[in-house]
């Protein structure tokens, strides 16, 4: 039971991470990239059914192949490694 609270808390401290690093790119570094060449298949509402369900499931992805196989290992190097690795697919 201790095991499942970790990964409970552990998902609950990465949701406000991920919103935040992503709400930067999303929202300043890249707009103008995404409306200059996707601007024929970008919706002007976001879809919040779809757009939930997708950071559930791509930050317990984080979880899986990053963070906790960071934490098992103690390495900060080898979480951000495959974190990028698990972004850039």
């Keep these: 039971m201790d095991r499942a609270l970790f990964y409970i808390k552990l998902y609950a401290l990465t949701v406000p991470v991920f919103f935040a690093v992503d709400l ?16 024929g298949v970008l919706r002007p509402e976001v879809n919040w059914p779809a757009a939930l369900m997708f950071y559930a499931i791509y930050i317990a992805g984080i979880l899986i192949f990053a963070i906790v196989p960071g934490l098992e290992r103690k390495s900060l190097a080898y979480c951000a490694l495959w974190g990028g690795l698990f972004g850039f697919r």
């Design 24 to 39: 930067v790119w999303l929202g300043l570094v890249a707009r103008p990239f995404y409306r200059s060449r996707l601007e």
